[in-house]
Every structure is written in C-alpha cells, then in structure tokens.
C-alpha cells in the first residue's frame, strides 16, 4: 500500500499537467499488474495484450503506454485467411472426419489424405 502512496504521489507532482483519467489510469495498470500476477511483477516482466476494441487502440492510450514504455503485444488484424474454419474445404473435411474416433493426429492425416476431400 505504501508503493501504491508514493507512486501517487510521484504522479500527482509531476510538473506536467495530468488529467484525472491519466493518474487513475498509471496507478491502476500498475496495481492490476501486481495484484493479478505477482510473479511476472516481482521479475519485472509483463507485456499488455489488449484486444481489438476501439478503446484500447485509440491514440490517448497509445501514447500512454509509450511515454511509460509499457510493451503491448498487438492483436493481429482479423482475416479470414487466418481462421480455416471459415474456407469451405475445412466443412468438408469436417463432414469425412465426423463421428469416427481416431488415437492420434498422425491417424486423422491418414485418414483425411486418403479420401482426398
């Protein structure tokens, strides 16, 4: 609780002005990170993996976690060349391989090359 004082504190009297949203924003990334996940605290290593929302990609937030060198790993752009489920060929697939058992994926490789879908 200490920490989470002085770090407050540390914000408040910065000289650049801050608005109230920026403060809570630094001091509750900071408590999230260590109360949710203490070990990568403690080591001193975490990243931000935020989704695509429109809020968490907008310019205010940016420019928040690079001013803190907060490192963000970004989501990557939605495709559908990245989803297989959504290709016609992968339905396919599904209605051979459907209702059979199979003890291994090498099984399923097998079995789907041989029908040639």
């Not at 209605?95 to 994926?105: A, D, E, V």
Request: net charge positive; proline share 9%; with cysteine.
């Amino acid at each position: 609780m200490e920490n989470q004082i002085a770090t407050i504190k540390e914000t408040v009297k910065n000289p650049r002005r801050k608005t109230v949203v920026e403060i809570v924003e630094h001091v509750l990334s900071i408590c999230m990170i260590r109360r949710k996940r203490p070990d990568l605290w403690k080591a001193k290593w975490w990243v931000i993996h935020p989704d695509n929302a429109p809020t968490h990609r907008s310019l205010l937030v940016s420019n928040y976690q690079s001013k803190h060198n907060i490192p963000v790993l970004p989501q990557p752009v939605y495709s559908p060349d990245l989803a297989p489920c959504e290709f016609f060929p992968f339905h396919r697939m599904q209605n051979l391989l459907k209702g059979q058992q199979f003890s291994s994926s090498e099984t399923v490789q097998r079995r789907r090359h041989r029908r040639r879908w």
